[in-house]
């Protein structure tokens, strides 16, 4: 059974930094691209972050380009978030996501992990 | 960027009826269209990739139909535990991947 489980999140003041974690089992981790897709409280869903099966591809929204940086360790089976200049707008519930196949839809979601950014 | 355009916003359907969605891209995705179902509290959940094939476990009672700018998510006969918000999000060209606003399927 194919599982994500993501950690880190908290409250965190404005321009302060955070590192999320995601723990992936149940399927073979270096063989897929990752993501990070977030939503707002009440909002829709927003992509963030994609890094290839061996991390040597990156990509970002422009909201998060320049402060954030995505990262993975496959001997760990692990997805990270390394989040920089947090903005109160990047309040969200981060979700990590497996990508199916060589397309960039998502088979498989973790439950998320809820960024607060306030003073 | 492409933009995904989701209408309606809500949709009030009864018990065993059809429920149609669309979702409208700015420029074409090719069949690279996928659909999600969120219910309160839960992740998203994939139903439909490639714009037609049904995920792993879906329900036959869900369809997709669509190529180019113009998709539908169909539902045709609703279930209780259909209610939910449906996203579309086009994977064709990115960065960045991107979603619909969301449709919100309601209980008429």
């Known amino acids: 059974e194919v599982q994500l489980v993501e950690s880190g999140g908290v409250v965190v003041q404005p321009g302060g930094s955070l590192r999320l974690s995601c723990a992936a089992s149940g399927f073979t981790f270096d063989d897929y691209t990752m993501h990070w897709v977030r939503q707002a409280p009440g909002k829709g869903l927003e992509w963030v972050s994609l890094i290839s099966w061996d991390g040597g591809s990156t990509y970002y929204a422009d909201s998060v380009k320049g402060r954030f940086t995505i990262s993975r360790d496959n001997s760990k089976n692990s997805l990270y978030l390394q989040m920089n200049s947090l903005r109160t707008e990047d309040t969200a519930l981060y979700y990590c996501a497996k990508a199916k196949d060589g397309y960039n839809s998502f088979d498989y979601w973790g439950q998320g992990t809820l960024v607060t950014v306030s003073s | 960027e492409i933009v995904m355009t989701q209408s309606p916003a809500t949709l009030s359907v009864s018990p065993g009826e059809r429920a149609t969605l669309s979702c409208r891209a700015s420029q074409s995705v090719s069949s690279n269209l996928a659909w999600y179902q969120q219910k309160p509290g839960q992740a998203p959940r994939l139903l439909i990739y490639?714009?037609?094939t049904r995920a792993t476990g879906i329900p036959a009672r869900f369809s997709g139909s669509g190529s180019g700018t113009e998709f539908t998510l169909t539902i045709s006969s609703l279930q209780s535990e259909d209610f939910a918000v449906y996203y579309c999000q086009q994977y064709n060209n990115w960065p960045p991947v991107t979603f619909g606003q969301g449709t919100r399927l309601e209980i008429k």
């Open positions: 490639g714009a037609s």
